[in-house]
């Protein structure tokens, strides 16, 4: 079968068979933009030129894992540990929204000092001090954790699976399980929050099979919004000499899921604009409608490293607010106005 039928398939059906999307994966010129392109004229249509933007507030960068990746691992002595308190998280989320943010993302490590009671507060006050949709980005919880969030305002998760090679799961997650991950993002959505969900690209070791597998996950998870980042290797963690992700397979793996899911909220992910300079402009030329610029204050973004080299690190909020705003304005695209719900909730609710 050639690209441009699986394209058209794709395009009527939304669904493919593994090999039709590995083989959008391995498409080469030609045929490799006319998958971005058709990706880009779906996006178009289905959720329109707006590029909704969320204001992303990592309030701690403690964690109790070791994801052999990620650079606030328990096990990097070097990380920079910090807790913002709750008053502080509610009042950079007003700030946020004073800014034009409609979103917030509370993100922060698997850091349990934050009890279910104090996070609910902290949405509740949020929710009193600024007319925001919240996403929670705090990992996995239990069930009754998750459902007193959601009764308290939250009103939509993000989690990725990272992988979905088991194997490489149990790897690269010591003392974590993939099937745990699972139930939690089932629970997520049964709980009538958006869900939001991905996966890594160029984990070491990961094949194209498996990120095959991967698209189809999260196609079978029925997120309402996809996080594709590529990996980064930073220095002090296990994976510190492996391959960073492609930018290209990643730009890729957005095209397709738009293509699947074409209602969803897709991010141009800030890993993207790390590995390329233009990375956000090319992910929303390709599928992507949503950005997450960075609220907090210059001494938190420094020490939230996940990886190196990440953008703006230096740049205040109110300059990554007008640079993005011009990023999007030079695409021909205009910056979303309210809460950009994931159209593709909108239709399940
Ligand atoms: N702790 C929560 C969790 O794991 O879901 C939320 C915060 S975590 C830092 C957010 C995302 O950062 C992870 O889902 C992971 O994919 C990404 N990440 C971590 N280390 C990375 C790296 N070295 N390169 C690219 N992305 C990375
Ligand atoms: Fe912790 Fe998330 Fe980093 Fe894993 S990816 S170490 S859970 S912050
Ligand atoms: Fe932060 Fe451009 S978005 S400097």
Not at 262 to 278: C, E, F, K, Q
Not at 328 to 334: D, M, P
Request: glycine share 8%; proline share 3%.
């Amino acid at each position: 079968m050639k690209v441009k039928e699986i394209l058209e398939k794709a395009y009527h059906e939304r669904n493919l068979v593994k090999d039709e999307i590995k083989l959008l994966l391995m498409a080469e010129g030609e045929d490799r933009d006319l998958l971005l392109e058709t990706a880009d004229r779906v996006r178009k249509e289905r959720v329109g030129d707006e590029v909704f933007l969320r204001g992303l507030i990592e309030f701690s960068s403690y964690c109790k894992n070791d994801c052999f990746y990620c650079g606030l691992r328990r096990s990097n002595q070097n990380a920079q540990r910090y807790r913002m308190q709750e008053d502080e998280i509610v009042e950079v989320a007003k700030r946020a929204y004073q800014m034009g943010y409609h979103t917030v993302v509370l993100q922060s490590g698997e850091d349990m000092y934050y009890t279910k009671d104090m996070l609910c507060s902290i949405i509740k006050k949020i929710k009193m001090v600024a007319d925001v949709a919240i996403t929670l980005s705090i990992g996995e919880r239990s069930y009754d954790e998750y459902k007193a969030f959601k009764d308290a305002g939250a009103d939509r998760f993000l989690m990725r699976f990272e992988t979905s090679n088991k194997k490489l799961y149990r790897k690269y997650h010591p003392g974590m399980s993939f099937e745990k991950r699972i139930d939690c993002l089932k629970w997520i959505k049964s709980l009538g929050f958006e869900l939001g969900t991905g996966f890594l690209i160029g984990l070491p070791e990961q094949t194209l099979d498996d990120l095959v597998q991967d698209i189809i996950l999260v196609k079978e998870l029925d997120a309402d919004m996809i996080g594709i980042g590529p990996f980064i290797p930073h220095p002090q963690t296990p994976l510190k000499d492996a391959k960073e992700g492609s930018v290209d397979l990643t730009l890729k793996s957005i095209a397709i899921l738009r293509l699947l899911i074409p209602d969803s909220n897709i991010p141009a992910t800030t890993a993207l604009g790390t590995l390329d300079p233009y990375g956000r402009q090319k992910g929303l030329k390709s599928g992507a409608n949503i950005v997450m610029p960075n609220v907090n204050s210059l001494e938190y973004k420094l020490k939230y490293e996940l990886y190196p080299g990440k953008i703006c690190i230096n740049e205040d909020a109110t300059k990554c607010r007008g640079c993005i705003e011009s990023i999007i304005v030079s695409l021909g695209r205009k910056v979303g106005q309210g809460k950009g719900q994931s159209r593709h909730y909108k239709k399940d609710s």
